[in-house]
């Protein structure tokens, strides 16, 4: 699933702290290649996390001047007097720039895309979170003061008129009204001391909050109609420069509808086991139709993710050497028409309680839907999901990967990582968990085929969409008649593709040569070799584009793990 909207960070402190351990030993090229890691500054969260700036287009413009910089400074540097790791981290910097350059000045969200102003919403963590009283205060009053001037600016530099971007904007905005209605009052009514001096604040981006709504719903859509799509020639650029995959737009649109028949025939194989009467797409129907209890939604998810992390440890499938956990919660109320599902929040640090824990965001069911909504959301929330999606998204997918991630001794892999290994990860853990016996009867194996399907069609709509080989309309109909999604459920899925080029395509294509790689380690270690082993390994190097991955797993053909 997709996991809210995915940023790449570089983390100035990490890098720097890394670096003064390094200067000292090294010379020439190597410590101008050190130095400019140090400099790289954070980029911005898109729309969904607090960021220091004003969001100007003053601010955009420094970014990208400051990215172009960067990139000349990086691609100045001598490559052939850094060796391994740093030979790697630098492929991998420029990968990350490059992305950032895409991003900064051919896609240029901020002038087509209202969400992305309205970074307030992440003060709901903020008042949840385990910080003194003090060190929110400072931190709320600052973002008040903020949104103020970003939503101002919002709506100064939003010159593109998209509907659907509208539309789930002015959705996001009239929802995250509980934050000032409801949530910051209670804050305020809880610590006496700091109201009066948050009130005033608290008001002034209230109200601006309410322009920004008015301009949404009767100002933006005067505004010259634009397009989500990226373009062919653009798109091609960033899986060149950013993906450094070996795929065109073309080659990887063919390669994605391959891949959707053959899981199609997979279906039809395992439908004729289950039941010869009836088409995958029927058996599918059925199984959709068994789910739990609606109130218990969150508990059950939680039951599936502590069955996952069993699982895991019974079959030995990669080292846990660190105190750790998962919760299931319930995803904020402004954030689920951005997804039919949820999200999941791997865990950056350790907590007050020194565990690392990593939250998954599960939209509940709402007594007060009419009817139609109820069903629709039961069926979309069967057993077969549930347990196809912990594996994906808790143990060993995402949370042990986070874990592995945040542990990286190298600062620029501790701090980045890009969908098309992160995701890929995930993905290939539904294949793992099939492979290792822990789906327990043939209908959720074919619910697990059927989700396979789903990231199949992610590659062929991703590509689709922003290449303009394929209408929006269109996608939304390979979701329902194709993969099986309801029709609400089919258009959250294309609006997060069409907000993220490029991040879709990650899950199937990330996952296929994940497991290429597993064979190839497998024939090199021979009887050497352990699933354990593999991951482990793997996992150690990083999240980065796959021939990074590739060339980091193999550096050492000769070598076998010590046992």
């Known amino acids: 699933m997709k996991l809210s909207f995915t940023s790449t960070i570089f983390g100035t402190a990490a890098l720097m702290f890394a ?12 410590e101008k290649f050190h130095q400019l890691l140090s400099e790289l ?37 001598d490559t052939s007097q850094l060796q391994g790791d740093d030979k790697v981290d630098w492929k991998f910097a420029r990968s990350i720039l490059m992305g950032k350059k895409i991003e900064q ?24 979170g385990p910080e003194s009283t003090a060190a929110k205060t400072e931190v709320i009053e600052k973002q008040l003061l903020r949104t103020v001037q970003q939503l101002k600016n919002g709506m100064g530099q939003l010159d593109t008129y998209v509907p659907r971007f509208q539309e789930l904007s002015l959705f996001m905005a009239e929802n995250s009204r509980v934050l000032f209605d409801t949530e910051l009052p209670n804050f305020l009514a809880a610590h006496h001391d700091v109201a009066e001096r948050l009130q005033k604040t608290t008001e002034a981006a209230r109200q601006m909050l309410d322009t920004y709504i008015h301009f949404l719903m009767f100002e933006l859509p005067k505004r010259p109609m634009g397009k989500f799509a990226i373009g062919y020639n653009r798109y091609n ?23 959707f028949r053959a899981t199609v025939t997979d279906l039809e194989n395992m439908a004729r086991k289950i039941n010869p009467n009836k088409t995958w797409q029927q058996l599918a129907v059925e199984i959709k139709g068994e789910y739990p209890e609606p109130h218990r939604m969150i508990e059950v998810h939680q039951e599936a993710v502590d069955k996952c992390r069993e699982h895991v440890i019974k079959h030995h499938l990669i080292p846990i050497p660190w105190k750790e956990r998962v919760k299931v919660v319930p995803r904020a109320p402004y954030l689920r028409k951005t997804s039919y599902y ?6 950056k640090a350790k907590d007050a309680d020194s565990i690392y824990t990593s939250e998954m965001h599960i939209n509940p069911f709402e007594d007060d839907w009419d009817h139609k909504r109820k069903e629709e959301y039961l069926h979309e929330h069967d057993w077969g999901v549930i347990m196809v999606t912990a594996p994906h998204e808790t ?13 990286n001794p190298r600062p620029l892999r501790r701090e980045n990582s890009i969908s098309i290994f992160s995701e890929g990860w995930g993905l290939y853990n539904e294949q793992l968990f099939r492979e290792t016996g822990f789906f327990s009867n043939d209908k959720i194996l074919l619910r697990q085929l059927q989700l396979r399907l789903w990231r199949n069609a992610r590659v062929i709509y991703d590509v689709g969409l922003h290449t303009e080989k394929m209408t929006y309309d269109e996608a939304v109909k390979l979701m329902t008649e194709g993969v099986g999604f309801l029709h609400w459920a089919s258009q959250l899925e294309i609006d997060a593709s069409c907000a993220s080029p490029g991040y879709f395509i990650g899950y199937f294509t990330g996952m296929m040569e994940i497991l290429k790689m597993r064979e190839e380690y497998k024939r090199q270690q021979g009887d ?31 070598a076998r793990p010590a046992h």
């Open 105 to 128: 000045q051919h896609i240029q969200s901020w002038r087509k895309d209202p969400r992305i102003y309205m970074t307030f919403t992440g003060l709901s963590a903020v008042m949840e």
């Open 342 to 347: 949820g999200h999941f929040s791997f865990a």
């Open 395 to 407: 143990y060993a997918g995402h949370h042990i990967q986070g874990l592995y991630q945040v542990n």
């Open 41 to 77: 500054t954070p980029s911005r969260m898109r729309g969904l996390g607090l960021t220091d700036d004003d969001m100007s287009k003053a601010s955009f413009d420094s970014s990208l001047q400051k990215t172009m910089q960067q990139i000349s400074s990086l691609e100045a540097i």
């Open 19 to 30: 670096c003064s351990c390094t200067l000292e030993k090294e010379s020439g090229q190597n």
């Open 528 to 558: 050497m070799f352990t699933l354990s082993d593999f991951h482990e390994k793997l996992l150690k190097i990083g999240a980065m584009p796959i021939p990074l991955m590739r060339e980091s797993m193999f550096k050492d053909t000769s």
């Open 237 to 259: 650029e960033m899986l060149r420069e950013q993906y450094m995959l070996t795929y065109s737009a073309d080659s990887l649109y063919r390669f994605g509808w391959a891949q």
